[in-house]
């Protein structure tokens, strides 16, 4: 059996915050950021990270990056422990924060890419068939010439990719790259990193607010909330799972009085127009076929929940799903 590409067991980081509690004193207490978090990522994968602010997403990163040590619990990645082996893992992962370089804010992007080249100890001529590849992918070549801190924020962002897949890593680890990107880096953004999963076979681990990132990208979604992991499973199966109402709507002839049907009401009435709200049970094809018999019906559409309105129910604490999907025990 190959080893994992990540493996985290029952892992914990707390923190110790300050508080000021009354004109004098202040008192300090322990913060768990992530609270026994278990999961397993193949070779290969490629997993959305998802959870509110707060929910403990960076502080994972941090730790499986080797940048913080977790307070108890096993992580391996790449079948080593990250705190203790960092600079050996840093060969083998590249990462990515979205809200901050990595690349030499003074120097043109060449030379920054090319410094990447020695802390990684990338073989010449391995580097240059690398950067050619990654500068046609990434579109740089317009501005590897340009300083850092002159790039437009997609530009950056473009180079960081470069920056931290120039050592062809084996996982790459991404903290909200597409924060603050435009529709078309964005767009490029999302495809690059489809092909290098695709075409490299490299491992992705991608946290992100943007929900377009995560339903046109991974199949697997892990979520966290509260430091603790709430879902870890297929992204059709959460949606499926959710009790996530769909909704039907349909044009009648001529407006009429808001429908009744089996105990589903006509939630909205616009002049023909007539909103269901049907439950996640219903079968909708039933349904559809009762209106038509009993209604005069010009069309009808269905519209499912999106994955907002589905991550929307789990943050609010609608836990029913928990256990479904690969489920983890709240
Ligand atoms: N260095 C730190 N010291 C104290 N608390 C921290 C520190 N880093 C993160 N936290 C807290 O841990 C929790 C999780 O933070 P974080 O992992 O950054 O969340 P996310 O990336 O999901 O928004 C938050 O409540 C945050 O305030
Ligand atoms: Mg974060």
Known sequence: M???????EDVVKSFTVRARSGALRRTRRRVRAVDGVSFTVERGEFVGYL???GAG???TIKMLTGILTASSGTLRVCGLDPSRRRTTLARRIGVVFGQRTTLWWDLPLRSSLALVRRLYRVEAAAHRARLAELTALLELEPFLDTPVRQLS???RMRGDLAAALLHDPELLVLD???IGLDVVSKATVRDFLERVNAERGTTILLTTHDLG???RLCRRV???DHGRLAYDGGLDELRRTVDADRTLVVELARPAPPITLDGIEAERVEGPRQWLRLPNAANAAAVVAALARDHEVRDISLREAGIEEVLAGLYRGDHAYWCS????AP
């Open 325 to 328: 999907g690969r489920p983890v």
């Open 51 to 53: 959870g509110p602010n």
């Open 2 to 8: 190959a080893v994992p590409m990540i493996e985290a």
């Open 222 to 224: 892990m979520i966290i």
């Open 213 to 215: 990132d995560i339903e």
């Open 176 to 178: 909200e790259p597409t």
């Open 153 to 155: 924020l997609g530009q």
């Open 57 to 59: 997403k960076s502080t």
